[in-house]
């Protein structure tokens, strides 16, 4: 499945933005969909994913009450509703889709960029 990303852009400490990641081609009930991010100088970590079928959901700690993944299966795509953003929310944002069953996530979109400035 391809994915694309975006939705990115500066905002301040606080604010909002939500990003949205678009599929081509049929995503399979068998698939989770994710969000990752990676800081300048820093690697790439896990912010949230939720379960294609089933919708159930996953964060990272570092976001849990502020972030919050859904989907819309009739657009084919996956949201990610970030609130009160801190500078140290600022990377690049990706979005992933996995067979469920697997750990390794097999399609990448390309990244959007999320800047917050204190």
């Known amino acids: 499945v391809q994915l694309q990303a975006f939705g990115g852009g500066l905002v301040q400490a606080g604010g909002s933005l939500r990003l949205s990641c678009a599929a081509s081609g049929r995503i399979s009930s068998a698939y989770t969909m994710g969000w990752f991010r990676q800081a300048p100088g820093k690697e790439r970590e896990f912010v949230a994913s939720i379960n294609w079928s089933a919708g159930n959901r996953n964060y990272a700690d570092s976001v849990k009450g502020r972030f919050t993944i859904s989907r819309d299966s009739a657009k084919n795509t996956i949201y990610l509703q970030m609130n009160s953003l801190k500078p140290e929310d600022t990377a690049v944002y990706y979005c992933?889709?996995?067979?469920?069953?697997?750990?390794?996530?097999?399609?990448w979109g390309q990244g959007t960029q999320v800047t917050v400035s204190s």
């Open positions: 992933a889709a996995k067979t469920t069953s697997t750990l390794r996530y097999a399609d």
